[in-house]
């Protein structure tokens, strides 16, 4: 079965600073990995995805992840934190199983930048 | 123009009462979802229907059924309200097929609160 896990429950930089959100994942397939960002009292936003090719990519607001599969992982990164990427960030991976394509969410890292 | 939106935004009510949350989208997607997400935000997969088809139905009590009268509407309706369904329930969509590497789209939420 597949799984993500996401180690850190929060994760605290200061503003300017580099931040990283850790992400590793385990599915028996080739995984399509995902990151979503929630806003308090608000929906989950999509930000990225891994599905093939460069292993950097490229997503909304600056940020970007590194899939890197001897380690089976997949962290979220941004050069230069903002107070205003202070939020609940998911990391989410869907792999064939019965049929279906199930979505396997991590239970979250929460992001808290520091003016 | 909003993109997938729910009713209603808020539920209060009692133990043992029947309630519906509705769903829509106006992007075109073949899929939708549904999760439910705790107080520790934990986020979890309930059902997902692709072109009125369930696809996805996870381990959830049979108080919980979804219907989709078309692909741009899912509805969840709940039987027997208990204290442990209180929560925050999300439904998305994306489309799905020929891969599943498409994001999701999830809607603002609906914060069910049984008393």
């Known amino acids: 079965a597949q799984s993500v896990a996401q180690p850190e429950d929060q994760v605290n930089v200061a503003e300017g600073n580099p931040l990283t959100v850790k992400c590793t994942y385990s599915v028996s397939g080739n995984p399509y990995l995902f990151w979503y960002v929630q806003y308090p009292n608000r929906g989950l936003q999509f930000l990225l995805k891994y599905i093939t090719g460069d292993n950097l990519v490229k997503g909304s607001y600056g940020f970007e992840a590194e899939f890197n599969k001897s380690q089976t992982s997949f962290h979220l990164k941004k050069p230069s934190a903002l107070v205003s990427d202070s939020a609940l960030y998911f990391c989410?991976?869907?792999?064939?199983?019965?049929?279906?394509?199930?979505?396997?969410f991590g239970r979250g890292t929460s992001l808290i930048v520091h003016p | 123009d909003t993109a997938v939106s729910q009713t209603p935004k808020y539920l209060v009510t009692q133990m043992g009462n029947d309630k519906s949350i509705k769903c829509e989208q106006n992007l075109g997607h073949d899929t939708m979802y549904w999760y439910k997400q705790d107080s520790k935000k934990f986020l979890k997969i309930m059902f997902s229907?692709?072109?009125?088809?369930?696809?996805i139905n996870e381990t959830v009590p049979n108080r919980f059924s979804p219907k989709s009268p078309d692909k741009a509407h899912l509805n969840l309706h709940i039987n027997s309200l208990e204290l442990g369904d209180s929560a925050v329930y999300f439904c998305?969509?994306?489309?799905?097929?020929?891969?599943?590497?498409?994001?999701?789209?999830f809607g603002p939420g609906t914060r069910l609160t049984v008393t």
């Open positions: 998305a969509s994306s489309h799905l097929f020929p891969t599943p590497a498409y994001e999701q789209y």
């Open positions: 989410a991976v869907r792999e064939l199983s019965g049929g279906s394509y199930i979505p396997t």
């Open positions: 229907y692709n072109n009125k088809e369930l696809i």
